[in-house]
């Protein structure tokens, strides 16, 4: 079971590629935004003040800006509309802080609009939080239980197998909410860099470093789907083992 016991369990295997792509993208996004967190943007303007721009010109003067600890917690919460700017970006006038402002007001404007893939998003997000925590449970559960019948040398696997399947079932709903969130962050960083130019926000040739702040931090979506799918991958190369 998951190689406890038994010996090396090589369906690990699966999982280097993603873990190494993991490792990448978050030294890429931390190297990017430290190095244009460095440089300031030529107009002078904060995160802050950007995000503000942009929320002004979509008819969304009733989010607000609040600043929030941390370093790159930056988040649109769309219980209470509020756009939360953390303390590398809120303030500074940095190039990457009026990158990731406009990005966060991007998720705003995909909420007042009804961006139908952050729309289904966070529909799915409180299944997402129990399949999240449930299933590692039902699935180790269910080798643990398929194991100790076939070590008794009974037959008796059923309730095994029925854990197991509805842990992968769970996991799948994992998976899909890695999935539906690449278009909703891609989508917002496309948006932003597009805003930046039309409001001139910055210059011309600060745009490409916004873009490379946008772009890297978008890899680490696509190494948290990856490292989805191998996880389900090797699951399912132990269901076929067992």
């Not at 995909?110 to 997402?128: A, D, E, G, K, T």
């Not at 805003?195 to 490379?212: F, M």
């Amino acid at each position: 079971m998951f190689g406890l016991g038994y010996g090396f369990d090589t369906s690990i295997i699966v999982l280097i590629p993603a873990i190494i792509f993991t490792i990448w993208a978050q030294a890429k996004v931390n190297g990017t935004f430290r190095r244009y967190s460095g440089i300031r943007n030529s107009r002078g303007i904060t995160g802050a003040q950007a995000a503000r721009v942009v929320l002004d010109s979509n008819g969304l003067q009733n989010v607000e800006i609040r600043h929030i600890s941390g370093n790159l917690t930056d988040h649109y919460n769309p219980a209470n509309r509020t756009l939360n700017l953390s303390d590398s970006v809120c303030n500074s006038d940095s190039i990457a802080a009026v990158g990731v402002a406009c990005h966060e007001a991007g998720h705003a404007i995909q909420h007042s609009r009804h961006y139908v893939p952050l729309v289904v998003r966070n529909s799915i997000v409180p299944v997402v939080n129990i399949a999240s925590g449930l299933s590692w449970i039902l699935i180790i559960a269910g080798i643990a239980l398929t194991a100790g019948y076939q070590g008794a040398g009974g037959s008796g696997t059923g309730l095994g197998n029925f854990l197991f399947n509805i842990g992968v079932i769970a996991f799948v709903a994992v998976v899909f909410f890695h999935l539906i969130t690449l278009p909703v962050e891609f989508n917002a960083s496309n948006r932003a860099i597009r805003l930046i130019r039309e409001y001139q926000l910055v210059d011309g040739d600060e745009i490409n470093g916004a873009r490379r702040v946008l772009r890297a931090a978008a890899m680490t979506y696509v190494a948290a789907l990856a490292s989805a799918v191998a996880n389900l991958i090797r699951i399912l190369l132990i269901r076929g083992r067992n």
